[in-house]
């Protein structure tokens, strides 16, 4: 099968590439992640991250025929019909929206960024109990489709208006993970949280285009989040 | 990097609030009106004027164009704030959203003191 890979190195290159290998994958439904250490047998220069090869250390997002996934859990049945087949190339190129270090490997720094400004980690300013703070089931039921973020930045990288305020709009995962510490009954500092999203860019540059939900590779719903904020940021001020 | 705020609520909740509402008058209206039209096909000069110039009406016309100028001012605010950053125009960004920012505030300005003096300015 034929790959279209997207090559750029900028201490050689004076622009970005798309380069194109031939594969052999014996008809077989292989990972878009195999592939690559397919081409990299033939093209040691190629560069790419990968670690745990099984969807949760998030280090393979890219984007895969023109959507954003995690190469080690896209078989190429899934990509597009007809990649499979050799029919139709499977076309890679590195997740939209960042500086590219080299090849498939982008600059997540400020993707990191806006993770950091939503404070990632419970806060409490009550004595801390002796043993730990407990949660009903129904309180940690809350968290369900939340913590489950493996911040692989496939959703940011597809939503439009991170592009163009990366800086500035936190982005499907720093809210989804913004959320996920609002709901956490053993988290108290809801209102310091709150109003340090009530700007006009950093949560309601949001305009529902869904892109994050259609991508996200663990089945989340970043969208459902940023409403429910919107709904206590609604409720706190009115 | 987008760092001159200047939204109407100067504040996402109000901004989005207003938005919303803004939309249900449009919606309302338009709905309204065309009910109107339809169940008045036969319309001449003196109804239609009589019917404009009664006080809900004039209410009704004010509502509305304020709500589309708020709506409207929002609207290309955010637009401008996506599409006339330094990822297009580089540094000179920050002046070529103003100037834009800055007609369309004049527009709709004038299309406000305009409208009232078409609803009001008869009486
Ligand atoms: S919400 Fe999904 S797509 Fe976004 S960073 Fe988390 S796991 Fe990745
Ligand atoms: S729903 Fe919001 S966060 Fe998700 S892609 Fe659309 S604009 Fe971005
Ligand atoms: S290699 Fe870890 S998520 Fe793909």
């Given at each position: 099968?034929?790959?279209?890979?997207?090559r750029?190195?900028p201490?050689?290159?004076?622009?970005?590439?798309?380069?194109e290998?031939?594969?052999?994958?014996?008809?077989k439904?292989l990972m878009?992640?195999d592939?690559?250490?397919?081409?990299?047998e033939q093209?040691?220069s190629?560069?790419y991250?990968r670690s745990?090869?099984?969807?949760?250390?998030?280090?393979?997002?890219?984007?895969?025929n023109?959507?954003n996934?995690?190469?080690c859990?896209?078989?190429l049945?899934?990509?597009?019909?007809?990649?499979k087949?050799g029919?139709?190339p499977?076309?890679?190129?590195p997740l939209?929206?960042l500086p590219?270090?080299?090849?498939l490997v982008?600059?997540?720094?400020?993707?990191?960024e806006?993770?950091?400004?939503?404070?990632p980690?419970?806060?409490?300013?009550?004595p801390?109990?002796a043993?730990?703070r407990?949660?009903?089931?129904?309180?940690?039921?809350?968290l369900?489709?939340l913590?489950?973020?493996?911040l692989c930045?496939?959703?940011?990288t597809s939503c439009p208006s991170?592009?163009w305020n990366?800086?500035k709009?936190l982005?499907?995962?720093?809210?989804?993970q913004?959320y996920r510490?609002l709901?956490?009954?053993r988290?108290?500092a809801t209102?310091?949280r709150?109003?340090?999203l009530?700007?006009?860019?950093s949560?309601f540059?949001?305009?529902g285009?869904m892109n994050?939900?259609s991508?996200?590779p663990?089945?989340l719903?970043?969208?459902?989040a940023?409403?429910?904020?919107?709904s206590m940021?609604?409720?706190r001020?009115? | 990097?987008?760092?001159s705020?200047t939204s109407?609520?100067?504040n996402g909740l109000y901004?989005?609030?207003?938005?919303?509402?803004?939309?249900?008058?449009?919606?309302?209206?338009?709905?309204?009106?065309?009910g109107?039209?339809?169940c008045?096909?036969?319309?001449?000069y003196?109804t239609w004027s009589?019917?404009?110039g009664?006080?809900p009406m004039?209410i009704a016309?004010?509502?509305?164009?304020?709500?589309?100028?708020?709506?409207t001012?929002i609207g290309?605010?955010?637009v401008?704030t996506?599409?006339l950053?330094?990822l297009?125009?580089g540094?000179a960004a920050?002046s070529?959203?103003?100037?834009?920012?800055?007609?369309?505030a004049l527009?709709?300005?004038?299309?406000?003191l305009?409208?009232l003096?078409t609803?009001w300015g008869g009486?």
């Amino acid at each position: 099968m034929k790959v279209s890979i997207y090559r750029y190195n900028p201490d050689t290159d004076r622009e970005p590439t798309m380069k194109e290998y031939e594969v052999d994958t014996q008809g077989k439904d292989l990972m878009v992640l195999d592939i690559l250490a397919l081409v990299k047998e033939q093209d040691e220069s190629l560069a790419y991250r990968r670690s745990c090869r099984e969807g949760v250390c998030g280090s393979d997002g890219m984007n895969i025929n023109g959507k954003n996934g995690l190469a080690c859990i896209t078989p190429l049945s899934e990509v597009a019909p007809g990649v499979k087949e050799g029919k139709k190339p499977l076309v890679l190129r590195p997740l939209p929206g960042l500086p590219v270090i080299r090849d498939l490997v982008v600059d997540m720094g400020v993707f990191y960024e806006q993770y950091e400004k939503v404070q990632p980690y419970l806060q409490n300013d009550q004595p801390a109990p002796a043993i730990e703070r407990l949660q009903t089931p129904e309180d940690r039921a809350k968290l369900d489709g939340l913590y489950e973020c493996i911040l692989c930045a496939c959703c940011s990288t597809s939503c439009p208006s991170f592009w163009w305020n990366p800086e500035k709009f936190l982005g499907p995962a720093a809210l989804l993970q913004s959320y996920r510490f609002l709901a956490d009954s053993r988290d108290n500092a809801t209102e310091e949280r709150l109003s340090r999203l009530d700007d006009p860019f950093s949560l309601f540059r949001c305009h529902g285009i869904m892109n994050c939900v259609s991508v996200c590779p663990k089945g989340l719903n970043p969208t459902r989040a940023i409403g429910h904020i919107r709904s206590m940021l609604l409720e706190r001020g009115v | 990097m987008v760092t001159s705020v200047t939204s109407l609520g100067r504040n996402g909740l109000y901004d989005w609030l207003i938005q919303r509402v803004s939309a249900v008058v449009i919606a309302v209206y338009v709905i309204g009106m065309v009910g109107y039209l339809i169940c008045n096909s036969d319309l001449d000069y003196a109804t239609w004027s009589a019917f404009m110039g009664s006080v809900p009406m004039r209410i009704a016309n004010t509502l509305m164009l304020f709500s589309v100028a708020a709506h409207t001012w929002i609207g290309l605010w955010s637009v401008t704030t996506d599409y006339l950053t330094s990822l297009t125009f580089g540094k000179a960004a920050t002046s070529v959203r103003l100037v834009g920012q800055m007609a369309i505030a004049l527009l709709l300005l004038v299309y406000i003191l305009w409208g009232l003096l078409t609803i009001w300015g008869g009486a």
